[in-house]
């Protein structure tokens, strides 16, 4: 009986923080040195002086996706060997209340003599294992190099190491006398640890490895993940009752029961599912045809949003029928999202049966297939081939998105190939051929990227500026300096002309940027920094006033400009001081030509220091995305999505378009919008449009009703009379989108973006035009709610992008959008619904125009 016992300890009774001690890193982070010497002009006396790099490690701990603690650190370490830390990190959370899904996440990183960081690589080891015990002692994590390490479950950077033929034995047996489980003989410990170190060292200098070692906490006995029994609420204690306590009367089925196997798999529903997909079965689905309760639960599935998750058995139904479902693009997605990827048999089938008979899927649907969710390689091949049919424009347009996919197609891209390697080394043969074959000639999304950007000016020059803010990025920084010298060497073998333009354009932004900071930091006044703008673009000595040739502005591509006018220069009264740069155009075939016609058209750009310009960014190619949208309904919205470029973390480029404010229009127009429109396009005639020309008018309440229901879906916030702009054509638009997806500094804000100014420009409330308005906004609607899987999907992919309002809240960014189309109704009362919120006015919303308006006149 006694060699039943098992003493244990339950991880609910360790009362005690968890702690860890970085130990040492091996492997060689970067090239070694004498590597670097022989390939430079570097002599051996210079190359003591030279600086090397130094390298620290951050953890953090994570559970389901959500941290856990904070950040912890070690010190700055440099060595040209072994790098050794031996520094112990408190985490400042107790075991006792570990989530069985803890995982410790590293990164490895190293810093320049800049003080510019740079990631070597990262890990995740969870810290329970599959039995539950609590991982103690030292631990040996791979290091998987140019990525953070990944706090997803399951994880793309496991710490699991592969050991060399033979050495499994003397791992297993070194892991127990670190335990003290095995027996101690001092003279063959020393041989075989001898042993081990030495086919430690080898098998990390043969496959360049980097081995992370840490020591986790160490208990005399092993220590078992368990959960306390909760005490129901319900249950009576053996004191006397409290009749007068409040609550006595609520019912009990009021309260939640915790369940701490609920999340784990249901082994009943497990085998169920074997059996509805057994092998036997494949032959008779192929025939299978569903009947008529069956296809409106199938049309049902299909109609759910791509954030929606499929059910167990709305899963096994769709793989019932998945031969059926093949002649609709449609259900690809969901019919992927049933495969159980585990299972060799049914991921064959989908991939190399199923996937290419599958009818073409819509763009939106590619999208998806692209995001972090689908990691089988032939399901991210299959999406980039289907990509490769998009046209260029199709292409710039979703390019903000596609960026970032290159994230998780790396990862995944890269997982693939170290699952490959381990099995070559183990002897093992990989039966699966089509995979084996993606990973030397299946096409990746960076090398389609970079090919058409070649042949591409606007498209080279939009993925260029993309790539180069992602540089700067922590995480994924060195990732994206992989693909920016991909694309520069791409760009100097096919089209040599448009790498140099980017060059020029990189030291014309490095320039003003410069110049904008320094003008920010000054201590003048607004008047005086303007006239120091206009002398300095005056200047030039300052490489700011002729460009020759013509630069190609990287805001638009398209547009060449020759010089900058100082004259009309000026500077915003705000916190930042933004700049407004006037730039003369110039057209390429009137230089070729050698024309001397000074009859130049300008374009206005905003140079911004100091300012993340990617959230403004991102909601104008949503504007953008939306209008082409409702272009293909025959819908035309008058919407104006001016450009707007991230040059950088801290600055950025926004076309400036020539327009009033509604809060200059009430001040100089005698508070009326009409009498602003009349002023530049009367008609004396027209009494139906209040003396305004009819294509005027019309464009103002088309423009209005596009950007009505466009903020809705978007949930832009802080709107107020200085952010909403009217130009002489009766253009209306938004700028500046500091808050979204329902962030808002002010209490109360309207769920519609609508002031009373902008009714009283239609003609009031019970004027044609007001319900004109009104009929345009729900039509909007309705067709933007039809293509709402496509915004959806393009919002979910930038959910790492950094930007501030979803980083936030990653995972309600999406959720607030899918809630402001309500695709659980039905069409109509959805339209219903939004036109009720019309009705619904915040008077608060006036005196906080008021306020900014007096915030505004004391910034002068």
Known sequence: ??????????????????????????????????????????????????????????????????????????????????????????????????????????????????????????????????????????????????????????????????????????????????RRSSPNAEWLDKLALRLIQLMRENEVERDNQLILTVDLPRFDLPVVFTEQEPVSVTTSSHSAPLHDAPGRNV????????????????????????????????????????????????????????????????????????????????????????????????????????????????????????????????????AVRLLERASDDELELYLLQLVQVIKFDEVAWSAAKKSQHQRVNQGQSDSDNQSQDLLHNGPELVDLLCERSTSNKALGTMFYWYVKVECEDTVYGALFERVASLLQKQLLKHNEPLAEMIKRQKDFVDLLSAKSKQLRLSRDGRPKKIEKLQALLADNKNGLNHFRPALSLPLDP??????????????????????????????????????????????????????????????IQLFALMDKLLRNEKLDLKITPYRVLATSPTNGLVEFIPSMTIAAIVTEFNGS????????????????????????????????????????????????????????????????????????????????????????????????????????????????????????NSVSLMVDANIPDIRSEPDKAVLKIQEKFMLDLTEEKAIAHFEALFNETSYISTMFDRLHNMAQYFRQ
């Open 558 to 619: 398209d547009i060449y400009v020759s010089r900058t006018v100082p004259e009309k220069s000026t500077i915003f009264k705000s916190n930042l001081f933004p700049l407004r740069i006037e730039f003369c155009i110039e057209d390429p075939l009137d230089a070729e030509i050698g024309s001397t016609n000074h009859d130049h058209k300008t374009y206005t750009v905003i140079c911004k220091d100091g300012d993340d310009l990617r959230q403004d960014q991102l909601v």
């Open 251 to 382: 019912d009990a089925s009021l309260f939640t029961i915790n369940d701490p196997e609920g999340d784990k798999e249901n082994l009943i529903e497990a085998k169920h599912r074997r059996l509805v997909r057994s092998q036997r079965s494949s032959l008779l689905d192929r025939e299978r045809k569903p009947t008529a309760t069956v296809r409106d639960e199938l049309n049902a599935i299909l109609l759910y949003p791509s954030t929606r998750p499929l059910s167990s058995a709305e899963k096994d139904l769709v793989w019932s029928f998945r031969f059926h479902l093949t002649r609709f693009p449609k259900a690809l997605t969901k019919f992927l999202k049933s495969v159980v990827w585990s299972d060799s048999y049914e991921t064959r089938q989908a991939t190399e049966v199923l996937l290419p008979m599958w009818a073409e899927p819509e763009l939106s649907d590619v999208l998806e297939l692209l995001g972090p969710w689908f990691r089988d390689l032939r399901v991210r091949s299959y």
């Open 1 to 178: 009986m006694d060699g039943d016992l098992y003493s244990f300890v339950a991880s609910y009774d360790v009362v005690q923080d968890v702690r860890l001690v970085v130990l040492y890193l091996e492997g060689q982070p970067w090239c070694k040195a004498s590597e670097i010497f022989s390939y430079s002009s570097v002599d051996s006396q210079d190359a003591k002086k030279m600086e090397v790099p130094s390298v620290c490690v951050r953890c953090q701990l994570f559970a389901d996706n959500k941290p856990l603690s904070l950040v912890r650190s070690t010190s700055c370490q440099i060595s040209d060997t072994r790098i050794l830390w031996n520094q112990c990190l408190n985490l400042s959370f107790q075991i006792a209340d570990l989530p069985q899904t803890a995982t410790l996440v590293f990164t490895v990183f190293s810093f320049g003599s800049e003080a510019e960081s740079s990631v070597i690589g990262g890990s995740a080891i969870p810290l329970f294992d599959r039995d539950g015990s609590l991982r103690s002692g030292q631990q040996r994590l791979h290091i998987w190099r140019d990525v953070a390490g990944d706090k997803h479950i399951p994880t793309t950077t496991p710490f699991q190491i592969e050991p060399v033929s033979g050495a499994q034995e003397l791992e297993d047996r070194f892991k127990g006398l670190d």
């Open 673 to 792: 919008i009409l009498n602003y429109l009349r002023a530049h396009h009367p008609d004396k005639d027209s009494r139906a449009t209040y003396h305004v020309q009819s294509s005027v008018l019309d464009t103002f309440v088309r423009s209005c009703a596009g950007y009505c229901v466009i903020t809705y879906l978007l949930e832009i916030g802080d709107r107020h009379l200085d952010n909403l702009l009217v130009s002489p054509d009766g253009h209306f638009f938004h700028v500046d989108f500091g808050y979204i997806f329902g962030h808002d500094p002010k209490p109360f804000p309207p769920p519609v973006k609508i002031c009373k100014e902008m009714v009283e420009g239609m003609g009031g409330s019970n004027s044609v035009y007001y319900a004109r308005f009104k009929r345009l906004c729900s039509t909007a609607y309705a067709c933007l709610r039809k293509n709402a899987n496509l915004i959806l």
